[in-house]
């Protein structure tokens, strides 16, 4: 089962059913409880980073177990935006602090949200990228954007005025700045790579 946690700040249906086309078997998840067991996990994310977190707090704890754990989980924008210490959106306002690094916001003169379709750059090939290639385009809808102390844990970027994290992976944690399952063919080809992680 493939465990999607609805903390009330997600679009949950677009994730479900991107993920039930690629036979993932999901199942949108409201009690913290419920993460026991499950071959895997989606958090994902809309609005501000402070209000993802006021309402994700009562899954922090399952959620660590479950990673501790070696669950595949898989972070999607404001998911992606939470597993850092702390975020310029919302000021002493704490992340999961499961990537050490800030949330910034993008730069003056460019375009923001930064909202439509654009390219990614691959830094290193893991699992969650098989089949995907510089230069295919994803879909991103945001403001702000991770910068990980630790570069080697950047997967992917993508060129918004300057080179933002498009994806990070670290261990059992693969997570994207953009909107796989709004992504069309190349979102669900990285959603099938999630769910072949679970079958390994």
Same mark, same amino acid.
């Given at each position: 089962?493939?465990?999607?946690?609805?903390?009330?700040?997600?679009?949950?249906?677009?994730?479900?059913? @991107?993920?039930?086309?690629? !036979?993932? !078997?999901? *199942?949108?998840? *409201?009690?913290? %409880? @419920?993460?026991?067991?499950?071959?895997?996990?989606?958090?994902?994310?809309?609005?501000?980073?402070?209000?993802?977190?006021?309402?994700?707090?009562? #899954?922090?704890?399952?959620? *660590?177990?479950?990673?501790?754990?070696?669950?595949? &989980?898989?972070? $999607?924008?404001?998911?992606?935006?939470?597993?850092?210490? +702390?975020? +310029?959106?919302?000021?002493?306002?704490?992340?999961?602090?499961? /990537?050490?690094?800030?949330?910034?916001?993008?730069?003056? !003169?460019? &375009? $923001?949200?930064? &909202?439509?379709?654009?390219?990614? =750059? $691959?830094?290193?090939?893991? %699992?969650?990228?098989?089949? /995907?290639?510089?230069?295919?385009? #994803?879909? #991103?809808?945001?403001?702000?954007?991770?910068?990980?102390?630790?570069?080697?844990?950047? @997967?992917?970027?993508?060129?918004?005025?300057?080179?933002?994290?498009?994806?990070?992976?670290?261990?059992?944690?693969?997570? =994207?700045?953009?909107?796989? +399952?709004?992504?069309? @063919?190349?979102?669900?080809? $990285?959603? %099938?790579?999630?769910?072949?992680? =679970?079958?390994?």
């Amino acid at each position: 089962m493939i465990a999607i946690v609805d903390y009330g700040m997600g679009n949950l249906f677009s994730i479900y059913n @991107a993920l039930d086309r690629v !036979g993932a !078997g999901p *199942r949108i998840v *409201r009690d913290p %409880e @419920a993460l026991s067991g499950a071959d895997a996990i989606v958090v994902p994310g809309v609005g501000a980073f402070g209000s993802c977190m006021d309402q994700l707090r009562r #899954f922090e704890a399952s959620l *660590r177990q479950a990673l501790d754990e070696g669950v595949p &989980m898989l972070g $999607i924008c404001v998911g992606m935006q939470v597993l850092f210490e +702390e975020s +310029e959106e919302s000021p002493g306002v704490k992340g999961l602090g499961w /990537i050490a690094g800030n949330v910034v916001r993008l730069p003056e !003169g460019v &375009m $923001i949200p930064q &909202m439509g379709w654009n390219s990614l =750059t $691959i830094k290193r090939h893991v %699992e969650m990228l098989d089949g /995907i290639s510089d230069g295919d385009m #994803f879909y #991103f809808v945001h403001s702000y954007y991770g910068q990980p102390i630790d570069q080697s844990v950047i @997967a992917a970027t993508t060129e918004h005025g300057i080179e933002v994290t498009a994806a990070v992976a670290k261990d059992n944690l693969f997570a =994207t700045q953009f909107h796989p +399952e709004k992504s069309g @063919a190349k979102g669900l080809k $990285i959603l %099938e790579n999630f769910v072949r992680s =679970t079958r390994c």
